[in-house]
Each structure stands twice: as C-alpha cells, then as structure tokens.
DNA sequence: CTACTATTCAATCGATCACTTGAATACTAG
DNA sequence: CTAGTATTCAAGTGATCGATTGAATAGTAG
C-alpha cells in the first residue's frame, strides 16, 4: 500500500473540485461557455479586479477546465472541451435535484416553471427547419458571433423592445441565451407576450446545445 | 432583479463543488455508490476516525449529495440519487480528459521541446499547396469535420500507429490538433519519427489557424 | 434505572484560500 | 531604444477548511 493509484486519481478529481468551490469561477466558467475572452474582458464582466481575475482563471487553468492562449497583449482564454459544459449540467442537475435551496431559488425566481415551459432541443431544430418558429438568441453580439443556433435570430434583450418588429408577427419565437440559470431568455419571453407575441423559452443555453453536438453556426472573423 | 439570482444559484453550484474538493470524501462517495453504508463502516474503510468520517458525511449530505437514514444505533449513508454518479463521471471525464493526460505527455515531451520546434501558419499553408508537406489531423473524426485545414488528412493519434501507411513516406508530415495547450499533435510527431518519417507541429491548432483567417474546410451534415 | 455504543458536537491548531496591493514580465507602438 | 498596456507574480491579511481531541447526544440491552 505505498502509493495507492485510487488516491491518485481522488486527488486529480479533487482539483477539479477545488477549481468548481467558488462562485466567481464557476461565473467564468459560464461565460467562457459562451466565447473566448481576454482576462480584463471578464475583469470587468465579473466586477472583480484583473490581478483576481487572473489568479482564479489560473486555478481553472491548473484544473483543466480552461486553456488560455496569447494573441499579441491579450491572453484570450476558452473552455477546455464541451465535456466541461457536461460536467456543469451534471451539478447544475445534482443541485436542482437536492439541494433545497437552489430549488427554492429556481422557484422563486424563475419559474412561473409551469407558464414558460421549455422547449427541448430537438424539438426546436425540426420546427425551426419547417419555418413553423423562429428562434432568438437574446444574448450580446459577441457571444452570439462566437457561436449560435443556426438561423437564430440576435437581439440582445436590452434592445428587444425597440427591434421586436424585426420577429416575424404571427411565428411562435423560442428565445434562448446563456444557460440554464441565465434570466435573459425569462425576461425575452416575458416581453415578447406582453407585445402579443407567442414566445417561449429553450431548455437551456448555447453551450448545452453545443454540448449536445447540435449544429451550431459562427460568424466569420474578417 | 435586485439581488442577482444567478449569483445565488451558483454559490449553491458551488457549494457542490467544495463538498467534491477533498480526495478523501470523494472516496466517500465512491463507497457509497456500490452500497448505504454506516458510519463506522465508512471509517474504517478508509482509515480515518469516526469523528472525522462525521465531519465530512454532513459535508456531503449538507450540499446534497448523500442522504442519512437512521435505524437503531447505526446511521446509514447512501447516495442521494443516480445523478450523483452521473456527475462523478463527467468529472471524471474532464479529468482524466485535461488533467492527467497533459500532466503525462509534458512531463514526456516538454525536455525536447526544441526538437518539436513547431512551424508557422502560413508557411504551412504555402507548402502544402505546393504539395511539399502532408497535413496531418489528429483530432476526433467528429471535430475534423466540423472544419479542417484545407487538404489535411484526418487520423486520430490514437490510430496513426496502425494508419500510418495512409502517409505518404517520402513526404515530410506536419501535424495539428486542438490548439497550442493540446498535446495530441506532440504524440503524433513522436510516433511519426520513431517509425522515421520527417514530422513537425503546426504551431496551433485549428482555432487558431480560423482565428487568423485562414481557410478552413468543413465536412457538411446530413 | 445503569452500562454501553454509534454518532454528533465543540474547541483547537496548522494549512490553505480569496482577495488586495504593488511590482515584474511580456508584448506593441512609435 | 522608450513609453504604455495586458497579464502575471509575490507578499500580506482575514476567513475557511481538514483533522484531532474530548465531551455530549441518542439509542439499545440488561
């Protein structure tokens, strides 16, 4: 019993874990889901300083959860692999499932569940190929431009009312945006009914549909 | 809006993942996913004391994970669902994935790094035009058609050994993968010297090489 | 009731973590 | 070369964590 290779293995697993035990990485995480971006970029996302910034995205690093890479001045980091979006969901599901307080936080905030039931991906895909929705993703153009569900319309939601006559009037609209936990698509949808559309809302964000090996289209860079 | 629920949702995420920050109640959770245990039980298993077998088994069950159940003298732990093991795996997977596999091959290739010096982009692309050079993907069927350098052939390094007599022997090979942190390409140069063809890195991988506007080609979906 | 056992609680100590501050490094522009 | 910027490194501080120890709680057996 000299080096048992299970503790081994324990200890990497533990990094991981180590790397997932604090809020402000996990928010990383979730918007390196989204696209790559420099350390400053998500500084100023996050509202922590850059030196922070840099030392947690560093730990997420050593964890292998995300690989950076230098362009000129800036280090542009990215996750790892769609596993890591995986592995999100997996706690993300684990949460929901058993921790009382996520679930009491899903309630209270996102969820008139029953009234802006999901739609599943698939789901989404056939219709959207027939013409019968048209789907929206509300999320800043950067993130849409690193990659989005094809044909998907970008509005960021900010700018939704201004831009809703854009959406075809009599089409069911699917709006979608971060994630699971991301609010935009609650509030796009929420909009949206209000101007007499019908809208709802896809299961998840871009990087589950990613994740699910859903085709997913990207802006050219000039 | 006022205080930010995504905030709140994933200090809950978080809390998850520090309950999955210590190797040893990883292990915990290892024993308890092939059968409910007691405490004593778990204690002895592992090797610990009692009082700090308790300690940790109230981690787990605080951020949800294990569930307790009280019969007589003894308390049983079991895993609070099956989707604990589904994340224990996609844990697994990112570790292993990004972790391990890393930590091996730097610590294999990193002293002979100025033997893989790699080669630029563009020179690349020049040459290969020019048929001088084979292109080599070694990355996942799956990626190399969601987009390739122009004309490079796709074996995954797992397979270049049996595959390699797809390789033009004469011609010198320059391999790519995933970006400048995968080590894949690495693997693929070595392999391809030890059987004595010519072999180099591309100085990224295909990210990159898009990133920089190059032309990359793209199997379509059915 | 008493004696005994499994588990949990409480107090403690050294190690590690999150964050801040200020300096060092790496790269670009001129 | 110098000036300027993005990122990282290094040192310091208060908070939290992991483990130990010893006592308290809850249950069983007689």
């Not at 100023?44 to 730990?59: D, E, M």
């Not at 996750?79 to 058993?98: C, F, I, K, P, T």
């Not at 048209?134 to 319309?153: F, K, M, S």
């Not at 945006?177 to 949808?189: D, I, Q």
């Amino acid at each position: 019993m000299s080096t048992n290779p299970k503790r081994e293995v324990f200890a990497n697993l533990a990094r991981v874990g180590t790397a997932l035990s604090s809020p402000t990485r996990i928010e990383y995480l979730e918007l390196l889901a989204q696209a790559e971006r420099s350390v400053e970029q998500l500084a100023g996302l996050t509202g922590t300083t850059v030196a922070n910034t840099s030392q947690h995205l560093q730990k997420l690093r050593q964890a292998g959860l995300i690989v950076g890479r230098k362009e000129g001045l800036y280090v542009y980091y990215r996750l790892a692999g769609d596993e890591v979006v995986g592995m999100l969901s997996a706690m993300s599901r684990v949460g929901e499932a058993y921790v009382a307080e996520v679930e009491r936080i899903v309630r209270l905030y996102f969820a008139a569940k029953d009234e802006l039931e999901p739609v599943p991906a698939k789901e989404v895909l056939d219709r959207a190929r027939k013409g019968l929705v048209t789907v929206l993703d509300v999320r800043p153009p950067e993130e849409y431009a690193a990659g989005h569900v094809p044909g998907a319309i970008n509005i960021p939601v900010h700018e939704l009312e201004k831009r809703i006559k854009e959406l075809p009037k009599q089409r069911e609209v699917v709006a979608y945006c971060r994630g699971p936990y991301c609010l935009m698509s609650f509030e796009a949808v929420a909009k949206l009914r209000k101007k007499g559309l019908r809208a709802r809302r896809l299961e998840n964000g871009l990087p589950e549909w990613r994740a699910a090996g859903l085709p997913v289209d990207q802006s050219v860079k000039p």
